[in-house]
């Protein structure tokens, strides 16, 4: 019949969407033109049958990157062009509207399934979305499950499933379960009432055990993220964080997806200047520039001449190519913090008071009740102090007795409960996180060398502005000193925004990235106490990774791009971390934090390029690795991208309507799902009619993504609704789909004829 109609119609080209192994065998020989098959593939390998007929197409066009991959793999050329979307009717809408006129009370939450309900084994996991809905539901009598289906078997010689005969099987006689209208299936449900269904639906559920269009990408666990609060691992990403794009601007993530791969081949990254390799998926995009040549000079003039960076795939990328950093510079956007919200000690008068004093305001301290109790100076802290902590009764008695019995009398000590961010707080912060430890007994201690009294000097004023009174305490034999305070809300609140133990440390970034005054201060205190002169640059140490890290993403917002580097001494257990600046940028630095330039021995020089808002910086190797376990994408609004150790990456799909979707991780399963969820298969198991693999569904998995969407609140499902929106109209609506694949391809194939 395609061969009739080609010669009826006098066709220049053929396009056809159909699986190709359906089709019969001389389809090529009876058309008289070029063929373009737009080709699903739903399984792997591509079995004996669609091999062959691969032979017979000209132009054959897969309609996902995982379809363009398998085809290749068999050893055929291939396109890529993926589904249009007519974004003019299927987007975000009114849920509520959407349920009143399709008839669902509005209380519902809607859970949908779209399939066709054909075909045995059953690929779009009939049973499997049954038992895991039927769970579902009690624990939450309010849901409605959509079957938008035939209740009995459509075609394939009435292979498939009789729900009615499978509800009662499973009990769910009782479970509220409904169907369209049969007779409007049957002849064909409209369009605009689709995109209905779609807006009222809460989910739509999809756990198929495969489908031939989609675009599994993602990056691997660990992965450090930038936010406007710091810094997180990819895994550890929330909906509602905002992360930095590659426009240099904050946005909102909708949701942070994973899924399981296995024996797949990778893409890892070596950048100059970079410990850590970045290492994703192959289809994962990337912001890069490819430059006719390597050389700098080479590469600025084109920047100067308009070369701009685009979006390539990872596995398009050459060593010759250069990675792009957005620059997002600090803003004064915050002024205070309620250092409330860090401490469990009370507020009175705006002062966080502290239930016991250091003594060293009082005639008779601490350490004389120790004397005279004889007891430790820790037992006198615990006592006197009012520690919670459990104290031997005699210790108490004799403490109690050797205090009064010299006169010692309780000073209460307190700091203010709102703290002014500027630069002499991000000094204190600064150095604590370099050298600074805090007791058992809430003493905080800033370790020194005993020649640095200008640093311990400026410490201990900034606590007395505070209200605090300080201790000095020379080693003996030692060149160290100490100087300390005991105050039980500075320590709190200097434990739980910087940390404790030093491979622990860390920057309280959700100030710094929003008080420049407080940053340059806390580079400076830090400089203090853990920066070093390098030959013609300068250097931070730390035990800490993310300290490390978090340390490049501050310097970063003042335009100074440092390198990371790592390495393991001798008889010490964690990581050692070396942050250099080096070249022209230890001038900045120098300028900064108010100390000498570097001596430069001739000319300086960087490793990178910055133009305009932009760092971009050589990729020193490419790897391939194999990879099995999680990989991890986030899904993100307005610009559609995140900024991955400092390196600008795109979202990996895009969605038609506003309504989450769970799918399965296998084949090509996500193609329109920017906001959704791809659970893990439970096996996969061979389907000898086909002659490749399927992968079985989890009930228990389905179960608890549904619960997933279920607790996502309001506002973040508001963010969800509307997250793949204008991803889709850039990149999937129907004219973009015509002008950036279909019109090449079809000019190609026209200039072939001729």
């Known amino acids: 019949m395609l061969g009739f109609y080609a010669k009826h119609f006098a066709a220049d080209v053929v396009i056809s969407l159909y699986d190709i192994w359906a089709l019969p065998a001389d389809t090529r020989r009876n058309l008289p033109c070029p063929w373009i098959a737009w080709v699903p593939v739903d399984g792997e390998p591509i079995p004996r049958g669609m091999r062959e007929r691969l032979k017979t197409i ?22 890529y062009i993926p589904l249009g979307i007519d974004c003019e009717l299927f987007c975000p809408g009114d849920k509520d509207k959407a349920k009143a006129a399709l008839g669902i009370p509005l209380d519902r939450y809607l859970v949908t399934v779209v399939a066709a309900n054909k075909g045995y084994p059953m690929r779009k996991s009939w049973m499997e979305i049954l038992q895991a809905f039927g769970q579902f539901y009690q624990d939450h009598s309010e849901a409605m499950l959509y079957l938008h289906t035939t209740g009995e078997p459509y075609g394939s010689q009435g292979r498939g499933i009789h729900f009615g005969q499978a509800i009662e099987a499973l009990g769910l006689t009782k479970v509220p379960i409904t169907f369209p209208d049969q007779g409007e299936l049957a002849v064909g449900i409209p369009d605009e009432q689709m995109a209905m269904v779609y807006r009222a639906s809460d989910v739509l559920l999809s756990p198929s055990m495969g489908e031939g269009f989609g675009l599994p990408i993602c990056f691997l666990p660990g992965q450090l993220v930038y936010l406007d609060s710091g810094i997180k691992t990819i895994e550890k990403i929330e909906p509602m964080d905002r992360v930095l794009t590659h426009k240099g601007q904050y946005s909102t993530a909708t949701y942070c997806e994973s899924r399981h791969i296995a024996d797949e081949e990778i893409i890892s990254l070596d950048m100059v200047g970079l410990n850590e390799k970045i290492r994703l998926t192959k289809e994962h995009p990337v912001y890069a520039l490819q430059p006719p040549y390597r050389r700098f000079i080479s590469v600025r003039r084109a920047l100067k001449r308009g070369l701009k960076p685009e979006w390539i795939c990872a596995i398009d990328l050459t060593e010759n190519d250069f990675l792009v950093i957005p620059l997002c510079l600090i803003k004064d956007t915050m002024d205070t913090v309620d250092l409330r919200c860090f ?11 502290s239930k016991y004093s250091n003594g060293s305001d009082n005639v008779v301290t601490f350490s004389d009740v120790a004397k005279v ?24 008695q004799a403490v109690l007795e050797a205090s009064k019995k010299l006169g010692w009398q309780s000073v209460k000590r307190s700091i203010p409960a709102q703290m002014s961010l500027n630069y002499r707080t991000g000094l204190l912060f600064g150095y604590y996180t370099a050298e600074g430890s805090i007791s058992n007994t809430y003493t905080v201690e800033f370790a020194s060398h005993r020649k640095e009294v200008g640093y311990r000097k400026i410490i201990g004023d900034i606590l007395k502005e505070w209200g605090l009174s300080t201790n000095i305490l020379h080693r003996k034999n030692s060149y160290s000193s100490r100087l300390y305070t005991c105050n039980k809300a500075l320590a709190q609140v200097l434990k739980r925004t910087c940390g404790s133990s030093a491979p622990e440390k860390h920057i309280p970034m959700e100030w710094a990235l929003h008080n420049k005054k407080f940053a340059q201060g806390f580079l400076t205190g830090f400089w203090w106490g853990d920066g070093h002169r390098l030959s013609g640059g300068f250097g931070y140490s730390t035990s800490s990774r993310r300290l490390a890290h978090e340390l490049r993403r501050l310097l970063l917002g003042f335009g100074i791009l440092a390198t990371v580097h790592s390495h393991k001494r001798n008889k010490i257990k964690h990581e050692e971390f070396t942050i250099t600046i080096e070249g022209k940028q230890s001038d900045r630095f120098a300028t900064l934090i108010g100390v000498l330039p570097a001596k430069h021995s001739g000319r300086q020089g960087q490793y990178f390029i910055e133009h305009e808002n932009y760092l971009y910086v050589p990729i020193r190797s490419i790897e391939r690795e194999t990879y099995t376990g999680l990989v991890y994408n986030l899904e993100v609004r307005e610009d559609h991208s995140y900024v991955i150790h400092g390196f600008a990456m795109h979202n990996c799909e895009a969605q038609a309507c506003g309504t989450p979707v769970i799918t399965q991780d296998c084949s090509a399963m996500k193609e329109l799902t920017i906001n959704g969820r791809a659970i893990e298969p439970l096996q996969p198991f061979w389907v000898p009619q086909l002659g490749y693999w399927w992968q079985q569904a989890s009930i228990e998995r389905i179960v608890d993504a549904l619960d997933r969407f279920y607790k996502l609140s309001d506002e973040a499902k508001e963010f969800m609704a509307g997250g793949g929106t204008e991803f889709i109209r850039t990149n999937y609506d129907w004219p973009v789909v015509m002008e950036q694949y279909w019109e090449p391809l079809l000019a190609k194939v026209q200039r072939e004829l001729w």
């Open 373 to 396: 109790a004889e007891v430790s100076f820790t037992s006198v802290c615990r006592v006197l102090g009012g520690y919670d902590r459990p104290t031997n009764e005699t210790i108490r």
């Open 343 to 353: 401490t469990d000690v009370k507020e009175t008068n705006g002062r966080l008071v």
């Open 58 to 79: 000209d132009y054959p066009v897969a309609m996902s990157k995982y379809g363009q991959a398998q085809i290749e793999q068999a050893g055929f050329e291939c396109d």
